[in-house]
């Protein structure tokens, strides 16, 4: 029998003009959830919410996760539609590919602002309603290397680190309260975040890594992490063999040093 739980929920999705965040969005549609879409790519949107015919309803709202103000406009817009967010899937952000050495610090602080303040913000903006129902969901989707560091990622690293420890401690703050936290840790998934990614310089990188092109299906990845949100778990792991780096990180750092000073990082 197919779950009927995300029928009539509002889920609002942040980075979800492509990859993850699009798939994520085409499969909610077809469990009957309400959506909320978001990226800065407004005519990307246009064209994942034709995709998404089979949602009970479907809103755009353009935002930019590193303008304070888009964010407040836009959680001002489902103020005014009365509209209680049910699940928040922070999805949205970018990556890198620089050596520390080479990276500017406007390029550093660029991939905090989207990745991590603007998913702080933008849950510190629909948590207080979640509060005052006694229940919600926020998630938030880090990276394998949330768990760890990885050449010429430092400053994607050290922003999903950051998400983690922030998701973390909101959730052992108002798990008591009901509201339910969970992180995200895809592995290779292949979709085209490396095209995007910002090279030393902050310019997109236009290039495909081999490792991303070989990874996960992007639809089973968002099936995925969508049984797992169902399920309430406070960690979803996605991925293929990548996923063991996690355990040989915990128990055998020493061994996970070697491996990753050695593994082809693009």
């Not at 991303?212 to 639809?219: H, P, T």
Request: hydrophobic share 40%.
């Amino acid at each position: 029998m197919a779950s009927t739980f995300y029928k009539n929920k509002w889920v609002w999705i942040t980075g979800a003009s492509s990859g993850i965040g699009r798939a994520l969005a085409e499969e909610l549609s077809k469990q009957g959830a309400f959506l909320i879409l978001s990226a800065r790519n407004e005519a990307s949107l246009k064209m994942v919410a034709e995709n998404c015919k089979l949602a009970k309803e479907v809103i755009i709202l353009p935002l930019d996760l590193a303008n304070s103000n888009q964010l407040n406009t836009a959680y001002d817009q489902i103020k005014i539609k009365q509209i209680a967010v049910d699940i928040l899937i922070n999805n949205g952000g970018m990556s890198q590919r620089g050596l520390v050495r080479n990276t500017g610090i406007d390029i550093h602080r660029r991939l905090l602002e989207v990745n991590y303040f603007g998913s702080v913000e933008l849950t510190t903006l629909v948590l207080p309603g979640m509060i005052e129902r006694k229940k919600g969901h926020i998630v938030g989707v880090s990276s394998i290397v949330g768990q760890f560091g990885f050449p010429l990622r430092s400053s994607y690293s050290a922003s999903k680190h950051a998400l983690k420890g922030f998701l973390e401690t909101l959730y052992l703050e108002e798990s008591k309260n009901g509201i339910d936290v969970s992180i995200v840790y895809p592995g290779r998934i292949n979709t085209e975040i490396s095209k995007h990614a910002l090279d030393e310089n902050g310019n997109p990188t236009a290039k495909m890594d081999e490792g991303l092109a070989n990874g996960m299906d992007v639809n089973e990845c968002a099936k995925k992490i969508i049984k797992g949100i169902e399920k309430k778990k406070v960690e979803i792991f996605v991925g293929k063999r990548e996923l063991l780096l996690l355990f040989i990180r915990r128990f055998t750092p020493s061994i996970f040093f070697k491996i990753a000073k050695n593994i082809k990082p693009v």
